[in-house]
């Protein structure tokens, strides 16, 4: 019995105990931090690879040929297919968004005479992001990957 009293008033160890309860808890916020700023720099590398589509359009005249270009140039600078990448490129008149079937019927379009115009262009690229240490967070998806996105947009005229 004394040998249990002698037991219960010993300190020697406390801190080495109080650090095994907390370390599991320190470990997976270092794992939860890792993960979500390797994502988030994935998600800058993309927004970047749109905007370095964004500046060859801003580098030639504007046509048809140059824009269609562009999601090549996007999907390259991203290191994804072309089809991870959407050019969007249309015309408000009096700020109300014109829809053409194609990108083509959106640069030929012109608004009727008098009306306030402008002309956008934007670059959208998707990747797939797969945590390092399988982490899940809100918006996951069902294999544990993430959907990312970057994008980024210009008025053109």
């Known amino acids: 019995m004394n040998l249990l009293k002698l037991l219960g008033r010993d300190q020697r160890g406390a801190a080495a105990i109080e650090l095994a309860l907390a370390l599991p808890v320190m470990a997976t916020l270092l794992v939860g931090m890792i993960d979500i700023s390797r994502g988030f720099s994935a998600k800058l590398q993309l927004e970047q690879a749109a905007q370095r589509s964004i500046e060859k359009a801003m580098q030639a005249k504007k046509t048809l040929t140059l824009f269609n270009t562009l999601k090549a140039e996007g999907a390259a600078a991203a ?3 072309e089809s991870a990448v ?3 490129y249309w015309l408000e008149c009096e700020g109300v968004k014109k829809t053409g079937a194609s990108m083509a019927a959106a640069y030929e379009t012109n608004c009727d005479a ?4 402008a002309r956008y262009l934007t670059v959208e690229i ?4 797969t945590p390092m240490f399988r982490t899940r967070f809100a918006g996951a998806n069902a294999n544990g990957t993430y959907t990312l996105k970057g994008k980024a ?5």
Do not use: L, M, P
């Open 153 to 157: 947009g210009i008025r053109v005229q």
């Open 86 to 88: 959407t050019v969007e």
């Open 114 to 117: 008098g009306e306030t115009y």
């Open 126 to 129: 998707q990747k797939v992001y």
């Open 79 to 81: 290191g994804v297919a």
